[in-house]
């Protein structure tokens, strides 16, 4: 059962499973005037009952989920924002290129606050990317917008996040949602300019909240544009196949093709199963999240993420407290 809210600025106080395959269709007739980050802050959210949740999620569920990349193609459809339209980008395989050839994503052992996404939306089960960040409550883990509303439509369900996950291991358990968060512009309109969102997770067994067991990264917002980030994500579509951590360095551009969006990418070409992994500024997990992986083009290895600026500030400010 869930309960939904809206939270105006004024109450307010700062790519996975999948990444987005997006192929340009012409041009972007239907295209809204560029957003910069400067729209009025609001705040959808939903308050989620976690029961049965963590048991739901049994190692075959885990490995069956789909990615959630699928999810975003209802925001870039027909009659929507961009011309767009999303692609899959072929199944699960290995951890090499095409024809053997290396991917441009590195491989990286796990990271504590880093880890899957597991969640149900109208009856399916989808897997995305996640990292907890430092907050108020202890409790609250960044990823896409799309992993946690459709952007417009229903919030996810049956939501766990599952730090520094590995080959099926959860060393850390799985940590459910009690809450979710996303700007109102992705909950109501499906603005890939908004494409983030948080879960607040429930204490584990022993009462110990989320960022004291596994730690936790700074955030970081309106920053300068062209930064060097590290983004971390864990890639299942083909060439990768979903079980662990990978990431990818780069200095960041805006999108030529949807400028609209105001997003930025980096030299990244993991697939679906990444959507919601961070983006840190500088070289490596260590630095403060600025980002997360949102989409891609097809036969494009350029990875995209949202501007972090005010509105999604005060998303994270409303997650972060509550």
Same mark, same amino acid.
């Given at each position: 059962?869930?309960? +939904? ?12 499973? @999948?990444? /987005? ?26 308050? /989620? ?20 990349? %699928? ?12 011309? @767009? ?50 907050? +108020? ?42 809450? /979710? ?28 909240? /989320? ?16 930064? %060097? ?33 105001? +997003? ?59």
């Amino acid at each position: 059962m869930t309960r +939904t809210r809206s939270l105006a600025s004024g109450l307010l106080t700062f790519s996975a499973a @999948a990444v /987005l395959a997006l192929t340009s269709a012409g041009g972007a007739s239907a295209a809204p005037a560029p957003s910069d980050g400067h729209e009025a802050p609001s705040v959808a959210g939903v308050t /989620l009952n976690a029961d049965g949740a963590a048991d739901y999620w049994t190692p075959e569920r885990m490995q069956s989920a789909v990615s959630g990349d %699928t999810l975003a193609g209802k925001a870039l459809g027909p009659g929507n924002r961009s011309s @767009a339209a999303l692609v899959e980008k072929g199944k699960p395989s290995s951890t090499k290129g095409t024809k053997g050839k290396p991917t441009i994503a590195q491989s990286e052992n796990p990271v504590s606050h880093i880890g899957k996404v597991f969640f149900t939306m109208g009856g399916t089960n989808y897997v995305c990317s996640g990292n907890a960040v430092a907050s +108020t409550n202890g409790s609250t883990v960044a990823t896409a917008g799309h992993c946690v509303n459709e952007g417009p439509g229903a919030y996810a369900t049956n939501f766990v996040f599952v730090p520094a996950y590995d080959n099926g291991a959860a060393p850390y358990g799985k940590w459910t949602a009690r809450a /979710l968060y996303a700007p109102t512009q992705w909950a109501s309109n499906g603005d890939m300019t908004y494409d983030t969102g948080f879960a607040v997770v429930n204490t584990d067994s022993n009462g110990d909240r /989320l960022t004291d067991v596994v730690g936790g990264s700074g955030t970081a917002f309106n920053q300068a544009r062209g930064l %060097t980030y590290t983004s971390y994500g864990y890639p299942q579509a083909s060439p990768f196949n979903g079980t662990s951590l990978f990431s990818c360095t780069g200095t960041a551009t805006d999108d030529p093709n949807n400028p609209q969006f105001g +997003t930025q990418g980096i030299p990244c070409d993991m697939t679906g199963g990444s959507s919601g992994g961070p983006w840190f500024i500088g070289i490596g997990s260590d630095g403060v999240q600025n980002s997360i992986n949102s989409y891609g083009y097809n036969g494009s290895a350029v990875m995209y993420g949202p501007y972090w600026g005010k509105v999604i500030q005060a998303t994270f400010n409303s997650a972060a407290k509550s």
